[in-house]
């Protein structure tokens, strides 16, 4: 019974993070926001200098994160879907892509386990 609590937990937790990394895209790239209000606390808005993206280093309780706007210019799918109009968001925790928010849906990527990079 003790498994089941921790999966639903766990499954909380998710919902809890996709909502708060859609929010984040929302206020960024929707509402075109210099700062981004997450649980009371403010963080700002910079621009790479240049390609001049968005991004944003946020916090939702002990992780670290970074939220990008994808750069268009890349090969990636994700690039390809921002050419074409779609607005796109990668999020980062410890240098690994965890997420991508495209027009409002977000895309858990899934562990790696094993070795692997």
């Known amino acids: 019974m003790r498994q089941t609590a921790r999966a639903s937990d766990t499954a909380?937790?998710?919902?809890?993070?996709?909502?708060?990394?859609?929010?984040?895209w929302r206020q960024i790239l929707v509402e075109n926001a210099s700062a981004v209000q997450i649980d009371g606390r403010e963080y700002l808005v910079y621009t790479t200098s240049k390609l001049k993206l968005r991004e944003v280093d946020f916090e939702i309780g002990k992780h670290e994160l970074r939220g990008l706007e994808q750069n268009p210019t890349t090969g990636s799918r994700w690039a390809r879907l921002a050419r074409s109009g779609k607005k796109v968001m990668q999020f980062v925790?410890?240098?690994?892509?965890?997420?991508?928010?495209?027009?409002?849906?977000a895309i858990m990527y899934k562990k790696r386990s094993g070795g692997g990079r």
Not at 12 to 24: C, K, P, S, Y
Not at 93 to 105: H, L, Q, S, T
């Open 12 to 24: 909380t937790n998710v919902d809890a993070l996709e909502q708060t990394l859609i929010e984040v």
């Open 93 to 105: 925790e410890r240098r690994r892509y965890i997420a991508a928010v495209v027009d409002g849906e």
